[in-house]
């Protein structure tokens, strides 16, 4: 079993940057797919982003592509996702996860089994 604890979030201008961190329990970690979700207010739970067990493989949702990077380092047992040109739209609670599965499979619906307390991000415009 992994247990996971975000932090990093905070307050934001649009354009800014901002690093969340997930720091994993666990001795398991680095047999693990993890990932980023985010929920914003009156919406439903979204991807955002996922790494493989090895970092090799990874993929990001369309509307973060290009702006925001997953990373991993087993040795730490952490996940870490840099956030750059943010924009209000990115206003959420951010969720550190992790599975067994694939990356392919989060990326598709799949739903994680262990999950994080979240932390806020809040982009002003």
């Known amino acids: 079993q992994v247990q996971l604890v975000e932090s990093g979030g905070g307050l934001v201008q649009a354009g800014g940057s901002l690093r969340l961190s997930c720091a994993a329990s666990g001795r398991t970690f680095s047999r693990y797919t993890m990932g980023w979700f985010r929920q914003a207010p009156g919406k439903e739970r979204e991807f955002v982003a996922v790494i493989s067990w090895s970092g090799g493989t990874t993929y990001y949702a369309d509307s973060v592509k290009g702006r925001f990077a997953i990373s991993r380092d087993n040795a730490k047992n952490t996940v870490l996702l840099q956030m750059n040109s943010l924009k209000p739209e990115d206003t959420a609670v951010y969720y550190c996860?992790?599975?067994?599965?694939?990356?392919?499979?989060?990326?598709?619906?799949?739903?994680?089994?262990?999950w994080g307390q979240g932390t806020q991000v809040t982009v002003s415009s």
């Open positions: 996860a992790g599975g067994i599965n694939t990356g392919n499979y989060y990326y598709t619906g799949g739903v994680p089994d262990y």
